[in-house]
Nanobody, 116 residues
Framework: QVQLVESGGGLVQSGGSLRLSCAGS????????MGWYRQGPGKPRELVARITSGGSTVYADSVKGRFTISRDSAKKTGYLQMNSLKPEDTAVYYC??????????WGQGTQVTVSS
């Protein structure tokens, strides 16, 4: 059974930083890719960043150069380092485990609020 638990969200001023964590369990964790998604108020869920099991990364244009995705296989934990945060980054952030670029498992989400 796979479980994902996000943490690290909160309230931060514009220009600030946060690091989100996604702690996983289950034997397949390291075999799957990981994605970070977000859903802002009244908006659809969107991909923020993705890292494959081999370590390749992809970022949404809106966060390139500001966000960094990484994972620690030994700890079965993924991270999203978010720098230079903007009010438009305000959203609930979700991590997922993915196979063939499709999310199979989701965490419960963590709220990120960026004040101007």
């Amino acid at each position: 059974q796979v479980q994902l638990v996000e943490s690290g969200g909160g309230l931060v001023q514009s220009g600030g930083s946060l690091r989100l964590s996604c702690a996983g369990s289950g034997s397949v964790f390291n075999s799957y890719g990981m994605g970070w998604y977000r859903q802002g108020p009244g908006k659809p869920r969107e991909l923020v960043a993705r890292i494959t099991s081999g370590g390749s990364t992809v970022y949404a244009d809106s966060v390139k150069g500001r966000f960094t995705i990484s994972r620690d296989s030994a700890k079965k934990t993924g991270y999203l380092q978010m720098n230079s945060l903007k009010p438009e980054d305000t959203a609930v952030y979700y991590c997922s485990l993915e196979r063939n670029l499709s999310p199979l498992y989701w965490g419960q989400g963590t709220q990120v609020t960026v004040s101007s």
